[in-house]
């Protein structure tokens, strides 16, 4: 198996010095048409000057024989098409260019002197795909900007598409503030981009990393039959464009409040009701204390944009902070430990900062550098409302780094080139004095009391960390002959990454609720076997004398992966190999048709051969599991265009998913 590896690794390093082919899903768009006269005849020879309006960076195509032309790995934005050739007018057109989408755009020449310009002034055409069997949605930045987002995330753009679902993540467990599920799909499995950067978790899926609002030009959304760049994904991938600047400065400071004054009213008014199990109801002042959920979100920010040297290099950076505290209800269903409820705040902080820099390094060669970093801490519950000796104290520093190559070699072959390198480190820790200060249980292992919902001490799901690093090659080769667009590509991905996790650690223990022991053991046995038996818990001495019922130990090494042939285990190879025609059969027909072959190394245990315990189930074989090398990805799709308001779209094809990589290492710790 590694011999098969090294193979296809030597075939890859190859195939990139002969001719750069390698790709993942592109952040860029493509404009493409076909050139006549007004009476209907294609041109060919004919020259198109595609002009960024708001940076000046230029791409030259011609149309062919059959009258098309292409101009592909366009970045999102406004463009101005120039076309010229000898014995017709010179045609000026304005187009919008979006994510993921070609836009067809039909020039028409008249016949005259070339020094007489025609000007159409809006560019006619809309933003439907007349070319591809894909189902995909594209959210512009004007929509960005006037959308009010409920904090701001990113991924809440996600649910402005049709069948798509954003749901809210945690503050104190991982780093995903959202999740998106697409058409039902498990939203884990999700692929995620940031410029045709992979940022997605690898071990627990969904994101690894946040950005914020301000750095999104545009955000693209596929759905279903995938493009073959789209990468590894069977239920839709996510894919974010970042802001660039212009040939002029422009910035924007901004600050954005809320708190719980502006929540509902008076469902939300708690006033602490004295009983014989919640005695106090005073506040240290002697009011009455008011047990209304506390929340609070301080946001502000500020991003500029601009030139460096007009026409040649231009920025874009941003920085904005978050500040916030929400309350956690906990209200426990026993007497004995009601009086213990109460709103818990839950604290998160968070910096994102970003910066872009575009520079035209020749008329063929245009290039970006990106930089962004998300760094953030919180304290909350993991999973349910339990008593904050039970939460978790997340901290995350996630840095991405993408650089990008795009050159058009001639007008009908174009590459871009792409390198990411991202960084995640992720702590998940117990609670301590500095965050809990006097909680009770606090140090105690997990202690849950039975028959109650009832929960305080060292979280189970911790203490767990991750130091997850990816590197990643990316290339698009486009090549234009006649009416087809050919392309071809692959991606390589080296993602090492350790941690640890320790379940259980020191131990998960049960204890007896004293409703449950008055409940099942007589009077006089009770004051015999538990004189110290609590009737309301109030301290840690309370909880330690109630009847212990069971437990769990963690013991053993808590490295991810286990300490057995780690340096293999920790590391995961990537590679993707595809190639695609999109074919204009006629003006109004397309087919696209093409292969795809996906591979990872490190998705099972490849090494580990399972326990004999386990022959019942497996039977006399109990080899290792392999790996699969056998992921092919046929995709055959046709998109029909009867009129210029209208595209049918049909297609099938086999995709394939990678696995999130929490199950190899658990299965892993088993064995």
């Known amino acids: 198996m590694r011999r098969s590896a090294s193979y296809a690794f030597s075939i890859w390093l190859l195939l990139s010095a002969l001719t750069a082919f390698a790709f993942a899903q592109a952040p860029v768009g493509t404009i493409s048409g076909t050139v006549t006269d007004q009476a209907g005849a294609v041109i060919h020879n004919a020259i198109i000057l595609i002009s960024n309006k708001a940076t000046g960076i230029e791409r030259q ?66 933003q439907l795909n007349y070319e591809s069997h894909s189902i995909d949605g594209v959210i512009t930045r004007q929509k960005i900007q006037e959308l009010p987002l409920n904090g701001r995330s990113f991924l ?45 978790n690898s071990i627990e899926g969904n994101t690894g990393m946040n950005f ?30 970042s802001r660039s600047g212009s040939n002029e400065f422009h910035g924007s400071g901004y600050y954005f409040f809320r708190d719980h004054n502006m929540s509902a009213y008076p469902g939300l008014k708690r006033v602490c009701v004295e009983s014989p199990t919640n005695p106090v109801c005073l506040n240290a002042d002697g ?54 409820a109460g709103n818990f705040s839950s604290p998160y902080n968070g910096k994102l900062f970003s910066v872009k820099l575009d520079v035209k390094i020749t008329d063929k060669h245009n290039a970006f550098f990106r930089y962004s970093l998300d760094s953030n801490k919180g304290f909350g519950p993991n999973g349910g409302a339990t008593l904050p000796s039970n939460w978790l104290q997340n901290t995350n520093r996630a840095d991405q780094i993408v650089v990008g190559l795009t050159s058009a070699f001639t007008p009908t072959l174009v590459n871009d080139f792409r390198f990411n390198y991202t960084y995640w480190r992720n702590r998940n820790l117990f609670a301590d004095a500095t965050v809990c200060p006097g909680c009770l249980g606090l140090g105690f292992g997990q202690l849950q009391i039975n028959g109650t919902n009832f ?72 004051a015999a076997l538990f004189p110290n038996l609590p009737t309301v818990v109030r301290t840690n001495a309370d909880l330690l004398a109630l009847p212990f019922l069971g437990g769990v130990v963690g013991v053993g090494d808590p490295s991810q992966p286990p300490p057995y042939n780690v340096d293999k285990a920790k590391i995961n190879n990537r590679m993707r190999f595809y190639g695609q025609d999109t074919w204009k059969v006629t003006p109004k027909f397309t087919l696209n048709y093409g292969l795809a072959w996906n591979f990872e190394s490190t998705l099972v245990n490849r090494d580990l051969d399972k326990p004999k315990y386990l022959a019942p189930l497996y039977g006399s074989d109990l080899s ?34 990678t696995e999130l990589l929490y199950r190899r290492l658990q299965e892993r710790a088993f064995i």
């Open 61 to 126: 195509s011609k149309s062919e024989s059959d009258g098309t032309y292409s101009a592909p790995s366009l970045p999102a934005g406004v463009y101005e098409m120039k076309v010229q050739l000898q014995g017709f007018r010179t045609l000026l057109r304005e187009v919008t260019v979006s994510t993921g989408i070609v836009t067809k755009i039909d020039l028409s020449l008249e016949v005259g002197q070339a020094t007489e310009i025609v000007t159409i002034e809006a560019s006619g055409a809309t």
């Open 156 to 200: 809440q753009l996600a649910f402005l598409e049709p069948g798509v679902s954003a749901s809210p993540g945690s503050t104190s467990q991982y780093n995903s503030l959202f999740s998106v599920s697409i058409l039902g799909g498990a939203s884990n499995k999700t692929a995620i981009t940031v410029d045709g950067g992979n940022v997605r």
């Open 212 to 241: 914020s609002q301000e750095v999104i030009q545009e955000f693209q959304l596929s759905s279903s039959n995938f493009d073959l760049s789209t990468g590894i994904t069977s239920v839709g991938a996510v894919n974010i464009v």
């Open 287 to 340: 009011k009455k204390r008011v047990e209304d959920p506390y929340f609070v979100r301080s946001n502000p920010g500020v991003w500029i944009g601009g030139p460096i040297k007009k026409n040649r290099a231009s920025f874009f950076t941003n920085y904005e902070y978050t500040r916030q505290t929400q309350a956690f209800i906990v209200q426990p269903n026993v007497p004995s430990v009601a009086g213990l």
């Open 455 to 526: 929960t305080v001490g060292n979280t189970s799901n911790a203490t767990q960390g991750r130091d997850l690093y990816r590197y990643t090659f990316t290339d698009n080769l486009t090549w234009q002959k006649g009416s087809h667009r050919l392309r071809f590509g692959t991606e390589l991905e080296h993602a090492p990454g350790t941690g640890f996790w320790g379940y259980c650690d020191p131990a998960c223990n049960v204890a007896a609720s004293p409703e449950l022991v008055r409940s099942l053991v007589p009077a006089a046995t009770v």
């Open 624 to 657: 290792a599991t392999n790996n699969n090398y056998n992921n092919f990805s046929p995709s055959l799709g046709i998109a029909y265009a009867p009129n210029t308001k209208t595209v049918i779209r049909a297609g099938a094809g086999i995709y394939w998913d």
